[in-house]
């Protein structure tokens, strides 16, 4: 596996492979068997696999979460080899942002949303290094998974409305035994808060059922937030019933197909979403 630190090496990189398909998985690192898929992935889809590793600091909204997310690159790296990963690009934050980036991305509706809502800024910040990385790396096609929903709908208007010549492949969510949605951020929690956040899967399947079964959501959705929230176990952001595509408040017309359930909730001041569509539930 070839491993790039620096812009102007992948650039020269990237001029040497004319004519190859790229596959590109863009990561925070922190790898999991959910990023490892979309490797696989990438690489049976293309000539080439290639992987970035970087903690974009101007999606964070909050410091402390940025300084608090987990960094396990040599593994990384390790994990990359085992399923013959061809490149791994993991520029440093200076050499990715040498100057104070002060342009922003306004992602419309989906900034007023779920995610949009409670992380003012962030997606400006992954609109602006994915257009970094896509206009270095110029690849064919670009994996993400679903589990970052709101994510895979703005790399969705970032590829339309700038033209971006590549396909987004979204992939489906890699889940624990217990049904937990793999996440970096799962690093982070104790043995027992895992267990714990087992329960929010079974929250969204719960809420699945009541659509199914034509019951009133909104007094679903508050027993299973008051259920999680008992003796403060979790603090939920929001459980909502969206269409899956433009992510906007599902409507009483809406099929099991075409709704989302959506929540992000935190447990131990670790911050962790998810998501299902209720047909596949
Ligand atoms: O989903 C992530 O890990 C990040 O948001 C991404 C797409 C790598 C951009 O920094």
Do not use: W
Request: glycine letters at 6%; aromatic letters at 8%; a neutral charge.
């Amino acid at each position: 596996m070839k491993i790039y630190h620096s812009i102007a090496e992948m650039r020269q990189f990237i001029k040497t492979q004319q004519g190859k398909t790229l596959g590109f998985v863009p990561t925070m690192g922190a790898l999991h068997k959910g990023h490892i898929a979309l490797v696989e992935r990438a690489k049976t889809e293309n000539d080439l696999a290639l992987c970035s590793i970087f903690v974009n600091p101007i999606q964070f909204n909050k410091t402390e979460d940025l300084l608090k997310y987990p960094r396990t690159e040599e593994a990384d790296a390790a994990l990359l080899r085992t399923v013959d990963c061809d490149v791994l690009f993991m520029p440093s934050a200076d050499a990715f942002y040498p100057k104070k980036v002060e342009m922003r991305m306004d992602f419309g509706h989906l900034e007023t949303l779920m995610e949009g809502a409670f992380r003012p800024g962030h997606f400006s910040g992954v609109g602006i290094v994915l257009s970094k990385f896509f206009n270095i790396l110029q690849p064919k096609r670009a994996y993400f998974g679903q589990k970052d929903l709101q994510q895979c709908a703005v790399v969705q208007k970032l590829v339309e409305e700038l033209s971006y010549d590549l396909e987004l492949v979204i992939c489906p969510t890699q889940r624990e035994g217990s049904g937990l949605a793999m996440s970096s951020r799962n690093k982070r929690l104790t043995p027992n808060q895992l267990q714990e956040a087992s329960r929010l899967y079974k929250a969204l399947k719960q809420l699945a059922e009541a659509f199914l079964k034509g019951r009133n959501l909104d007094t679903e959705k508050a027993i299973v937030i008051a259920d999680l929230q008992r003796n403060t176990v979790f603090n939920v952001e929001y459980i909502e019933f969206v269409d899956r595509i433009s992510l906007v408040p599902a409507s009483p017309t809406h099929t099991p197909t075409q709704t989302a359930i959506c929540l992000a909730a935190s447990i131990g001041g670790v911050r962790l979403i998810d998501n299902i569509i209720v047909a596949e539930a």
